[in-house]
């Protein structure tokens, strides 16, 4: 195993009603900026149990966040945040608020250009304001991790970022509210979850069977309940198991200590920029062809996988490899997921565009290896159309 040094503060209330806690965890004296996507949040009542539960405090709300928020958009909120002396921002939403706001909380206290945020990954960050979040679309992680994605279409880029200052103080988990999400937005979320959990499993061993362990028995919820949250959309138990799944794959406890790859990620983020498919779509696409072409790579995990994921043990090791990727292709599927570029629009020019635009981003050396640069990243995108 690796040395690793992890601290995750971030205080999780998770359950039925626990929105009317809040009122315990936002500090009694904050400004607080309410931020919001959408309409979803108000239309589905989220908002109202919110604004409740915080009656008589001194509140602003800042709403029309958009999925893979927008640069521009960020930077209207940091202009309101400086106005009006807000000293606590709480984040109403799925990853694209959660992740706004982050931005938003670290852009409000950094005093030069806060594009510069983007183009060091974070690493100019020293300070931001404090945040919680409501969480209502279990999938990415960012109500419990210190990372976020920012889309800025003038650039035509989607840019990464992450910081100590970005973990939020707490986070509120209701499964009841995720009842309302739309079936594309459940499927995207398990996929999103399923990819997280590939990234810091599907690489090579270290002998790091905490960690192992943790991350197959992620998959395997994610692949039995998947479906079924599709087909029983009211199920507590089932809604509750995704949730609590989605941010056990991303708050650092199964990366820790293990290399990761990421370059599906990397890869999928450049999809977006171009086309704005949404974000698990594009790593339903890259993953499998990625799996495929790094299968030496891989060799030891994909069998690892094959066998303790997917309960593939008969058959030579290529052919298990082989039924193991199709059985990942074939689990997007059927979330409803189309793998193909081609069912998103991509063509060959598209692919050009592609591979320019992680060279331009820097992303040139993917992978746990490093091993995925423009010509391999170029390799893998054909495969997929
Ligand atoms: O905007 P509103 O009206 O609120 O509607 C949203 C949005 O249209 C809707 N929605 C959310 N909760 C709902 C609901 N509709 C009905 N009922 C509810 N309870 O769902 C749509 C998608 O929301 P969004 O927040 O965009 O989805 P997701 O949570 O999948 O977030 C995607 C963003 O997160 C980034 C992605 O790149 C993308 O920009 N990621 C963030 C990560 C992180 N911070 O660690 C890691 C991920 O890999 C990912 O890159
Ligand atoms: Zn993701």
């Given amino acids: 195993m690796k040395n690793f040094n992890f601290h995750n503060p971030t205080r999780i209330l998770f359950g039925k009603g626990c929105i009317a806690e809040l009122k315990d965890q936002v500090p009694a004296d904050a400004k607080v900026l309410i931020l919001y996507g959408g309409g979803s949040a108000e239309r589905t009542g989220v908002l109202d149990q919110v604004r409740e539960a915080l009656t008589g405090r001194a509140m602003l709300e800042f709403g029309g966040i958009e999925p893979n928020p927008r640069y521009a958009t960020t930077l209207k909120a ?7 002396a807000v000293t606590f921002l709480l984040a109403v ?47 990415t992680g960012s109500e419990m991790n210190s990372g ?59 002998a790091a069977r905490v960690q192992d362990g943790f991350a197959e028995a992620l998959l395997r919820t994610l692949i039995e309940l998947g479906p079924k949250a599709l087909e029983t959309p009211e199920d507590y138990d089932i809604r509750a198991n995704l949730m609590w799944t989605a941010t056990m794959a991303l708050n650092g406890l199964i990366g820790a200590g293990v290399p990761q790859d990421w370059a599906t990620h990397m890869i999928g983020h450049e999809i977006t920029a171009l086309n704005d498919t949404d974000h698990a779509r594009t790593l339903a696409v890259v993953l499998p062809s990625l799996i495929d072409d790094q299968r030496e790579a891989k060799r030891e995990k994909l069998l690892q996988y094959a066998s303790n994921v997917w309960n593939i043990r008969e058959g030579s090791d290529d052919e298990r490899i082989d039924a193991v990727i199709e059985a990942t292709r074939g689990f997007f599927e059927q ?51």
């Avoid at 940091?78 to 009006?84: A, K, T, W």
């Avoid at 331009?360 to 990243?377: C, S, V």
């Fill in 93 to 139: 939403g799925g990853g694209s608020v959660i992740d706004a706001t982050k931005f938003i909380a670290a852009a409000a206290k950094y005093d030069g250009d806060a594009w510069d945020i983007l183009t060091s990954r974070g690493s100019v960050i020293t300070q931001a304001v404090p945040f919680g979040s409501v969480l209502t679309l279990p999938a």
């Fill in 148 to 206: 976020g994605v920012i889309t800025n279409p003038e650039k035509e880029a989607k840019l990464p970022f992450s910081s100590l200052y970005c973990y939020p103080v707490f986070s509120v988990l209701d499964p009841e509210v995720t009842y309302t999400l739309p079936s594309r937005q459940i499927a995207n979320g398990v996929v999103d979850a399923f990819v997280h959990t590939i990234e810091q499993y599907l690489t090579y061993p270290v």
């Fill in 335 to 385: 979330m409803g997921i189309k793998t193909r570029l081609g069912d998103y629009d991509v063509d060959a020019d598209g692919i050009n565009h592609i591979v320019s635009a992680l060279k331009e981003h820097g992303m040139t050396a993917l992978g746990e290896h490093n091993a995925i640069g423009p010509d391999e990243a170029r390799r893998i995108l054909e495969a997929a159309l």
């Fill in 78 to 84: 940091v202009e309101m945040i400086r106005e009006n």
